[in-house]
């Protein structure tokens, strides 16, 4: 696609989507959408049980300034939930549900 093409596409709440498509149950969700990681995560927090999702694997990315203390307040939230089993922060972390 050359620099004057435009795509047009449709954003979707991740809760609507989810309850469109009846998905209740995740075994592995990647994430790695360079900055928007943060607002996913707060709204899965806010509107689904994150029990539900068996696996993490979230890259958080730190090129704007509040990126750190948000990816902590995020992860203290997720270990509610789940146990970190490999943390490069800021590169990859990985999240395993409690059983």
């Keep these: 696609m050359g620099k004057n093409n435009l795509e047009t596409i449709e954003l979707k709440d991740i809760f609507e989507f989810m309850m469109e498509e009846k998905i209740d149950q995740i075994a592995l ?3 790695n959408i360079e900055g928007a990681e943060y607002d996913l995560l707060d709204r899965l927090i806010e ?3 994150l029990q539900n ?5 979230i890259q958080f990315h730190d ?3 509040a990126a750190k203390g948000r990816r902590n307040k995020l992860v203290k939230q997720i270990l509610l939930t ?8 800021m590169v990859w972390e990985f999240f395993k549900v409690r059983s």
């Design 29 to 31: 969700m990647k994430i």
């Design 47 to 49: 509107k689904t049980d």
């Design 53 to 57: 999702i068996q696996n993490l694997q």
């Design 63 to 65: 090129f704007f300034p």
């Design 82 to 89: 789940h146990e970190c089993t490999a943390s490069f922060p």
